[in-house]
Nanobody, 119 residues
Framework: QVQLAESGGGLVQPGGSLRLSCKAS????????MSWHRQAPGKERELVATITSAGGSSNYADSVKGRFTISRDNAKNTVYLIMSSLKPEDTAVYYC????????????WGQGTQVTVSS
């Protein structure tokens, strides 16, 4: 079955940086738009960033614009989220999502990786 494996989370001080990775397997990666979402304790899951299947376009939540960058390497079946100038309010479990560019029912989630921003 399709697998999305996130990595790169951890504990970081405010103002620090992290790079999250999500490696996909058992799907044709270049057919999927990819996105990162996050869920903080007691809050709903929210969209953080998206990137189109070919990587030509990306979008960000207002709360992370200018601080986070989403990118992808279709040769490695991997999407990245580079996070800088991290704030305590960025603390959450970060999830990777893959959605087929034309078959909406093909929608997959990873297990998540914890990011904690604290001094």
């Amino acid at each position: 079955q399709v697998q999305l494996a996130e990595s790169g989370g951890g504990l970081v001080q405010p103002g620090g940086s992290l790079r999250l990775s999500c490696k996909a397997s058992r799907l044709t990666f270049s057919n999927y738009a990819m996105s990162w979402h996050r869920q903080a304790p007691g809050k709903e899951r929210e969209l953080v960033a998206t990137i189109t299947s070919a990587g030509g376009s990306s979008n960000y939540a207002d709360s992370v614009k200018g601080r986070f960058t989403i990118s992808r390497d279709n040769a490695k079946n991997t999407v990245y989220l580079i996070m800088s100038s991290l704030k305590p309010e960025d603390t959450a479990v970060y999830y990777c999502n893959a959605r087929h560019s034309s078959i909406r029912s093909l929608d997959f989630w990873g297990q998540g990786t914890q990011v904690t921003v604290s001094s």
